[in-house]
Every structure is written in structure tokens, then in C-alpha cells.
């Protein structure tokens, strides 16, 4: 789906309209964050800083892990469990890039039977039995939560031109 326009049936329900825009939000929102962080010194991204991930590339790699667990769950596949990432920040925001786009074409191609359908998760942290656009805006939430968390960060690492990745946003300009 990488950064092409969305066409989504207008015939579908709301809630089936909003998960593929909100998937398709998810990847701009990201390819956005990631194309301003490659402007970035490398070192820097690797910096440590008090937060709830100790530096941004820590905080690109928990985003990841944590769609990916997600999709997973989606797609009733073995959920993939996060280990401790080592690889470079190239890997990671090309990571989180491909997941994301990965995820976009998922929620795309579900019926409204599929994003509507209930879906039990039983994990080591918890239980619960939701329809699956209820775990999509889990990702749309967290993603969002941890973006504004990077560019704080960016912020306090001396970078004032963080990019709008606001739902809107993307709405009006980003599509």
C-alpha cells in the first residue's frame, strides 16, 4: 500500500470505513516520522534520554513490536512475542515502515464481516474477546501515543521541526 492513495467503497459501514482509513493514517503518520528522522544524526536517535523507551530508536523499535503483535492477533496468526531488538535504527524505522504497510494492506483487504468479527486473545498479560477493529484502534492508539513521544524527544534532543501527523491532517493534506 506504501503511500498510494486509499480507495475505500463509501458504501461500507462507518466503522469498516474508519479502521482502512485509520490503517492507511497509521502508514503516513509513520512514513512521515520515519522520512523526518532520516535527517537525523543517527548517534542522536541512539541517545539516551529519560523517557518511557530510553531513546528514540528504542521507541521505534517498541512501536514495531507492538504493531507486529497486533497484526498477528488480526490475523489469527501465532502472535509474534518482542524480543530485545538489536539492530540498527535503518532497520528498525525500515521496519516499522514495512509492518506498517503490511498492516494497511491487511485491514484493506478484510470484509466487514472480518473487522466486525470477535476475536479471543489469551496472552501471559491478558484475556479478552473484542471485535477485530476494536485491536485496530488499539494500534492507531498506541502508534499515535508513541509518536508524539518521539518527537518530544526530538524535541528535547535540540530538533524543532517535527513533522504534523495528526489524523486530520492526514485527512485534509495527507491523503
Known sequence: MKQKE???DTNVSSIVYLMKNYAGYNLWANVTLVNWLRTKPADILEQEVPSSFNS?????AHI???Q???LSVIKKAEPKVAERFNGTIEEAIAGLVESSDELADYVESMTDEALEANNLVISPWFQC???NFE???QVMNHGTYH???IITIGR???FPDAPMTDYNFYNIHGK
Open 6 to 8: 486509499l480507495t475505500i
Open 56 to 60: 528514540i530508536k528504542a521507541t521505534i
Open 64 to 66: 514495531l513490536d507492538v
Open 68 to 70: 507486529q503483535y497486533w
Open 129 to 131: 474477546d473484542f471485535q
Open 135 to 137: 485491536y485496530i484502534m
Open 147 to 149: 509518536r508524539g513521544q
Open 156 to 158: 528535547n534532543l535540540g
